[in-house]
């Protein structure tokens, strides 16, 4: 299976910021996913990401707050803009390779 | 529409007993079946999955999980549980009609006894 890395794994940062987070894959890859965890919560998905198109988004989210790009077939970034206490959860990458889903170690986005 | 429903958000157990994480799915087409563990501070590994072959299917750690269509359950075991079992379970489902889209169940936190 591919080996997904994210940058940051943790970061602190002031409400009203952003907060740009990458995922690295060490294999090209048409489908990249990005999910939230919420505290305590289950995974909830973001938006598809596929080279070459816009990214899709799923009900609740948005591009102003969450822009997603996909430069190539190895790399993806995600930013939480204009960041509130309330996107403070984990942030996971993953990569679709057949019918199963890989993740990434995920950034835990603490927002004061 | 699909859907994930994971009986239990806590389940205890002592060390060496028996574990069973309980999953029942709803799926229109055959489903493919996940099984993931996540460790604190970790991302989500895969257990196991199902994909149509084997209903019994393997997985790392010693755990296994059986597909019961008729009952529509994925449940997942092991044997006897070691300290280091101790996590967040997700059970997850999709299916090529839906893009292979996965929806994740809502977690069950395993607690492990000395």
């Known amino acids: 299976s591919a080996v997904i890395s994210q940058k940051p794994s943790r970061d602190i940062c002031q409400r009203g910021t952003s907060l740009t987070i990458q995922c690295q894959v060490d294999?090209?890859?048409?489908?990249m996913f990005w999910y939230r965890q919420q505290p305590g919560q289950s995974l909830t998905l973001i938006a598809t990401?596929?080279?070459?198109?816009?990214?899709?988004?799923e009900s609740g989210f948005v591009i102003d707050k969450f822009p997603i790009s996909r430069p190539n077939l190895t790399f993806s970034t995600l930013t939480v803009s204009n960041m509130s206490p309330e996107d403070s959860s984990i942030y996971l990458c993953?990569?679709?390779?057949?019918?199963?889903?890989?993740f990434g170690p995920g950034t835990r986005l603490l927002v004061l | 529409a699909q859907s994930v429903t994971q009986l239990g958000s806590h389940v205890s157990v002592s060390e060496g007993a028996l574990v069973l994480l309980r999953c029942n799915y709803s799926?229109?087409?055959?489903?493919?079946l996940f099984w993931y563990v996540q460790y604190p501070n970790q991302g989500l590994q895969l257990l196991l999955k199902?994909?149509?072959?084997?209903?019994l299917v393997k997985g790392i750690n010693g755990f296994e999980a059986e597909f019961k269509k008729s009952e529509t359950s994925f449940h997942l075991t092991k044997p006897s549980a070691h300290m280091s079992d101790a996590a967040e379970y997700f059970c997850a489902v999709s299916d090529r009609n839906g893009g292979f889209k996965t929806i994740f169940g809502a977690g069950t936190r395993l607690f492990v006894k000395a």
């Open positions: 199902y994909t149509s072959a084997a209903t």
């Open positions: 993953s990569v679709q390779e057949q019918e199963t889903q890989y």
């Open positions: 294999s090209q890859v048409t489908m």
């Open positions: 799926s229109s087409v055959p489903p493919y």
């Open positions: 990401a596929n080279q070459g198109s816009e990214a899709t988004y």
